[in-house]
């Protein structure tokens, strides 16, 4: 047993009768490193951990249940993160459909989620790899004049849950990334693009690729202005994908739904979406960024089909909110660390690939915007409305090519109509830090402001 | 020294997060081989929060954190360590491996003396602890009932109450030894509507570096019922417009246009890598003369209020734009010495787990000399903002967008229609240079502020003004 699961393990067997307990515990080591002009700006090293406990106080009405964590694993902590849970467990409504996960019998995945290499290059090769991520963007180009940030980070988080429904889990992962950005342009005018590489270790990162990345996104920039307004196709970049898909996520937990916070809400069977879309949350994939093999409760993660060929077929759910719809949880319980509690959402979001490449999507539209990056997501996209408006730049397509760059613009329409709307799907999976894959996605009917 | 926030105790507080002759033996073990500045952060932190939802008290949480972060600089170069272990041994641990980057030698650097303590308590009347939890319960079940009285298209209602406190102690080598007591509370309600157009959602949020006297002066009934409003009032919306067109914001809308267009662009740590499109503007016109702009950490009680920044800074009060000229940037320790001046008090983090780094506080516009209703009478047509969302800005290209969560139609100088929500995009020194009315009222709003990973509580205020033209991107041709 792990050291994580025996202390997590050592926690619950503290309930008594009327209680559950669930205790889920976390330790990382990270390291963090930034380089600028050729020197170190910032290197960081640090472990941290933390335990989250929850209380279920059975009840002839319902369980009740309390959260408390803390920021270390100390016995003071530990027993302090108990005890307050077990209060603010006393304070809570009696619901029905409150209860701890129960183990379904789902076999867990045999995924290798921690790099076998991850120790292999050292500190001084990490400092290495980003000066040079740093000195190729500089000088790969004459119109970079910029390099705001490189960036190298790597770490292993492992964590352990157990409670007293039988829940005995942990697990380990490791992850890496470089990422840097650059500014093109002169004295009167700036575009930005940025690169990345994730992996599971740093022996694993592209610098080229990540250096190439921002190269071109920030120079094919150069000359960008704002296009009148117009109804349009849209082509969306992978990156620009992932990020609409993981918002689509949030509308696909089932938490949301059974609380009536989703546009997906009573439409179960019916046709959401244009029929080549299938749509699957799959955190089985090794090559998911989101790969996991126990969800926040413990249980085995597991594909769940969500859309199939146009149509809504299910949910992801964890245990509260199964028991709320009068289902069972789907293995789709995430908690943001040991701060916070489960709720249910989505991993590992794919959308089946089509048949055509990036290239070809695009040689088929006589004229659209093609979209590089997105802003103000979180202010413009609301997954209960569906209302989907957010800034864009990128650069015009005309007669199946790349035309002039375009800033200053939204794009616009709902989630409901993009999905309806989807015109082609690319066959250029690209996996992403994040909950969602990305690809290239021709989508119609938006409405473009501009001038 | 300016006193923002809390009373200037002069003692420690208690419990001492740290002892003064511990801090002393890590602050010379982080600079033995070769640093020339090294720091201390200590933190102590502790939260609860209460969310009712679903018409229950569906889950209270509480947590602890308490940890230290340490910052050896050399050069251009920061090292960094932080460790949930206050131990002297902990603490020595870390400061070794920030440290480390100062591996090539030098004298090693003397330690000053530290300055007595200059510690602050919070100014809060009512510490969260001294309060029944069951009182705080009832602001809950009151939210609720008070928006879901509103109306039977109300479907649901999320109202969430929490409450935090944090304890920290900045030592430097330079001297500097601080401390401060910040307590913070915030009420939050989220209500969705249900109608034949689908599903709205309605927000309304406060939040102040208060105690549970917060609860003196706001009712949360009328938090419930405004969030309530805003939902349903959307059932009804049109498109919002798709192009450009006069604005008109409401007093106290969000302010996070200033804090987007031009509030990240003035921050300290873009303007000395040239990555802001305000670089070298020192001096100029960059904003209609119309326009006074000021960052202040020390209005009390505001949701980015404190009495010394994360780097044991007193907070004060800035002027960044006066009259449409640009006036000052804001500034951290790193980036002000190395233009040789003082810190501005910006200096900032989330938790001891991270650096700090340029950061405003409490971002606003001072108001005008018009009357709003005067100045939405003389727009013939237009967008009314009556509440925005979130933003972004691209500090080296100046580029912004602004969520609305509550807008109307101008008609002939008369707000008329709702319309549903959507983002405004402009560039950041071209609206400045479109604020052509600004009004007499005025109020702030607290906002969680995003950069590099990190954030932070920040207020955000603007009286009612008018942009003569933005690009507003809603899906009515």
Known sequence: MSELLELATRVIEQANGKEGIEAYVARGTDTELRIYDGAIESLSTATSAGIGVRVLIEGNEGAQVGFAWSGSLDHEAVDRALREARENAHFASPDPYVALAQLDGVAPSDLALTSATFDELTLDDKIAMTTELEAMTRGGDPRIRQVDSADFGDGIVESAIASTTGIRVSSQRSNAFLSVSALAGDGDETQTGSGFSVGRSAGELDLREASSQAIERSVRMLGAAKVPSMKTTVVFDPRVTSTILSVLGGALSGEAVVKGRSFFEGRLGERVANQDVNLVDDPTNPLAYGAAIFDGEGLACRRNVLINQGILEAFVYDTVAARRAGTSSTGSATRGGYGGTPGAGCRAIVLSPGEQGAAEILSGIERGLYVQSITGVHSGVSPVSGDFSVGAEGLMIRNGAFAEPVREVTVASTMQAMLLNLTAIGNDLTWLPGAACGQTLAIADFQLSGS | ?477
């Not at chain 2, 109020?443 to 509580?457: E, I, L, N, R």
Request: charged share 25%; aromatic share 6%; glycine share 12%.
């Open chain 2, 1 to 477: 020294m300016p006193v923002a926030n809390g009373t200037l105790v002069g003692v420690s507080i208690a419990p001492e997060l740290v002892a003064p002759d511990v801090i002393d033996r890590v602050l010379a073990e982080a600079v033995a081989r070769g640093g020339e500045m090294a720091e201390v952060f200590c933190e102590d932190r502790t939260s609860r929060t209460a969310m009712f939802d679903d018409g229950r008290v569906e889950e209270l949480a509480s947590g602890q954190e308490r940890g230290a972060g340490i910052r050896v600089i050399l050069g251009e170069t920061t090292g960094f360590a932080h460790t949930a272990d206050l131990s002297e041994a902990g603490l020595l641990e870390a400061a070794r491996a920030a440290a480390a980057v100062a591996k090539q030698g030098g004298g090693g650097t003397n330690v000053v003396g530290l300055e007595k303590r200059r510690a602050y308590s919070t100014n809060a009347v009512r510490l969260h602890d001294d309060v029944a939890t069951s009182e705080k319960l009832e602001l809950l079940a009151k939210a609720n009932d008070a928006a879901r009285s509103v109306g039977g298209s109300i479907s649901q209602v999320q109202a969430s109450y929490a409450e935090g406190r944090r304890r920290i102690l900045v030592a430097t080598t330079e001297g500097v030894n601080a401390s401060d007591d910040q307590v913070r509370t915030r009420f939050n309600v989220i209500c969705v509507a249900t109608g034949d157009s689908g599903l709205q959602t309605g927000f309304e949020s406060v939040a102040r570096t208060e105690g549970f006297e917060l609860f003196d002066t706001v009712n949360v009934d009328e938090l419930g019922r405004i969030a309530a409003t805003r939902a349903l009032s959307k059932l009804q919306a049109r498109p919002a417009p798709s192009g450009e067109v006069p604005v008109v914001l409401a007093g106290g809308s969000g302010g996070v246009l200033f804090h987007e267009a031009c509030g990240h662009g003035l921050e300290a740590d873009h303007i000395v890598k040239d990555s802001s499109v305000y670089c070298g503007q020192m001096g100029e016109l960059v904003a209609s003369p119309l326009v006074t702009l000021v960052d202040d950490g020390t209005v009390t009680g505001e949701w980015g209020a404190f009495s010394i920044d994360d780097e044991g800074r007193p907070a004060q009060r800035n002027v960044l734009i006066e009259n449409g000229v640009l006036t000052d940037y804001m500034w951290d320790w790193l980036r002000a010495r190395k233009e040789g001046r003082p810190s501005s008090g910006n200096g900032r983090r989330e938790t001891y787990q991270h650096l700090p780094m340029v950061r405003m506080t409490n971002t606003f516009l001072l108001a005008g000399q018009e009357d709003p209703e005067e100045i939405v009478a003389q727009t013939p047509h237009g967008v009314y903002v009556a509440k925005l969302g979130g933003g972004q800005v691209n500090t080296a290209t100046g580029d912004f967008v602004f969520g609305t969560t509550e807008a109307y139609l101008i008609e002939d100088g008369k707000i008329t229609e709702p319309l549903r929500d959507a983002n405004l995009i402009g560039n950041g020194p071209e609206v400045l240079r479109r604020i052509d009315a600004i009004a007499d009222d005025f109020s702030m709003m607290p906002g969680t502020c995003g950069k590099d990973g990190q954030s932070v509580p920040v207020g955000c205020g603007q009286p009612t003004l008018r942009i003569t033209g933005v690009t507003f991107g809603g899906t009515a041709a």
